[in-house]
């Protein structure tokens, strides 16, 4: 699927197929993987960023996604309701281990 670098905004999104369990609905399904989501300081709250995101949402339609994934931290609250806006759900909990 790969990256859109407009010069106002910035994000990745490749496509993935995971292997799953028996009882994941989305067993054998492409999803989409969304990195990187960024608009440029000076140019936020313009709807660049809400463009970005629906283009990658319908490139990843186009190739047979489920399912668009990201993560963000649980502290910018602005960027959840940015992403709730367009249809996502904090339905699950990331967790990272670093290294
Ligand atoms: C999140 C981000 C990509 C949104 O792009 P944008 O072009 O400013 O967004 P839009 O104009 O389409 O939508 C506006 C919404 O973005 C969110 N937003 C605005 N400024 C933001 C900021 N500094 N940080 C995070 N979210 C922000 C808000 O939800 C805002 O809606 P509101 O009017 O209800 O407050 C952009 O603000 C950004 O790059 N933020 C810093 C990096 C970041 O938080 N990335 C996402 C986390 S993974």
Request: charged share 30%; proline share 1%; aromatic share 8%.
């Amino acid at each position: 699927m790969g990256q859109a670098i407009a010069s106002r905004g910035l994000l990745a999104a490749a496509p993935v197929r995971r292997q799953t369990t028996e009882n994941d609905r989305f067993r054998g399904a492409w999803r989409a993987q969304v990195e990187g989501v960024r608009v440029r300081e000076d140019l936020r709250n313009r709807r660049i960023g809400t463009r970005l995101m629906e283009w990658a949402i319908g490139r990843a339609r186009e190739r047979g996604c489920r399912l668009v994934q990201l993560t963000s931290n649980k502290s910018r609250l602005d960027a959840r309701r940015f992403y709730e806006r367009l249809g996502f759900s904090a339905s699950h909990v990331g967790m990272k281990l670093y290294l």
